[in-house]
């Protein structure tokens, strides 16, 4: 199988060089689990020797979007159409090798709906394929998972990271902002491609003023960064927050540093510990009705914790 576009990931590879009817791709968002996905499929219904080729009439007909014996089922299936599209199955492709059933976000499936699902997937038509992604594989079901082949999309080398966005899609970005990108990325490229978009790169500068707005005592400007309408807005910041501060003091615990702020990692191992802490802590209390405004003070206060670290760069 050709992996064409898919960097790193060998074990991955390794494993799927032996065939089977039925796979759980799991792993964070930005994994390449969709790259996979796709390059899965396509093999499957391709024609060539070397798949996918991606020039066969096969190949065009999936990369177009409409193949007949590719289906992608949505989540949120009420389990007698579910039954219903199962019936599919049993009957041979159309007009390729094999039938492909995806299913995106398998973990939002109804319990009812992957026990239906149990018997089809153990002893499939030898035509069948089930191809399952989700970012959380322990909320599937125990008895589904055991019987599909687990595909962990593992992490890429950073410098291979870095590479890839030396790209020419990429020429218009600054090396800093890649560099931030490539440090943000947790090992995925799609993350790291992510990190390039507009608006997380805005949530990116959101965070790094508050941060420094706090720590300079300029207390004002970090309640006018923090201050939000709606509870979904605040929490979603306070996420980004932890985010913000974990990398940071991840890239201490590596002895890395390019692409990230010098003034909040003089910070410190000790104090970026306890202040993911207590980030950890407010994330977790935003799972209640809580007030935005008392929270915004809340956050505001454990963060000033940084202001007693030494020596700040000015």
Known sequence: MRFDGLIGNSGVKKTLETPFHAYIIHGTKGSGKHTLERILTASLVCQSKEKPCGKCDQCKKFLSGNHVDVAYIPTDIKVRDLREKLKD???????????VFVFYEAEKLSPVCQNTLLKIVEEPPSHAVFIFLTENAGAMLATLRSRCEMIAMEPVDEKEIYG?????EFAKISDERKKTAVAFSGGYIGAAREFLSEEKSETYLKCDRFAKAVLQNRMSDAINISTFKKRDEMADFTEELYLYFTVHLRSLQKGTSEGLS??????????????????????????????????????????????KAEPILK
């Open 89 to 99: 199955v049993l009957y041979l492709p159309n007009e390729a090798e094999h039938r």
């Open 164 to 168: 890839y966005l030396q790209r020419p």
């Open 262 to 307: 010098e003034e909040i990692r003089s910070l410190g191992k000790e104090k970026l510990a306890k202040l993911c802490v207590s980030l950890a802590k407010l994330k977790e209390n935003m799972k209640f009705n809580v007030n935005v405004s008392l929270f915004s003070a809340a956050l505001i206060a454990a963060c000033r914790e940084m202001r």
